[in-house]
């Protein structure tokens, strides 16, 4: 599979922009299509490099923890024997769960789905990758909401 490297060289090319966001508003300017975000673009600018490369970096530093838990997570499900596969694969389908709109709901289907299809060629089972998803939604996403309502059902009665 020749494009496992697609997902490590796009965040090379758009982290010129984030640091030098004047080419990005000269480029928002000069298309009529794309007029409307320059406003959005000279936000950046606003920021000092050292604020952006904290940003950044807690960026990076949460991509590593959320890749980390999924590829693990791959591991127990799937079995221990493909854990570079899984390393491997994980960047590609954050990368196709973005690049496809959803709503909160509709994500773990197309996480799953994604998954599925781009794991599946490496040998890992359906129902493992399934799991995993499943397990890394409810870790990442239904965990946290269920404790932020019940914190905030619980400052509302104070």
Known sequence: MSWWWLPFSLPRHHSFFY???RLLQIGFGALPLLRRFRASA????????REQTHVLGLSLL???VFAAQFVVLLTLC????LWKEAALAVPLIYLATTLIPTMLLTELGVRGG???AILSPWGLNEPGILT??????????????AIGSLLLLLHRRR
């Open 78 to 81: 799937c079995g221990p024997a």
């Open 114 to 116: 994604a998954a599925v």
């Open 62 to 64: 949460r991509y590593v």
């Open 42 to 49: 000279t936000i950046l600018s606003e920021f000092s490099t």
């Open 132 to 145: 995993a998803c499943f397990t890394l939604w409810i870790i990442n996403l239904m965990l946290p909401a």
């Open 19 to 21: 640091f030098f966001p």
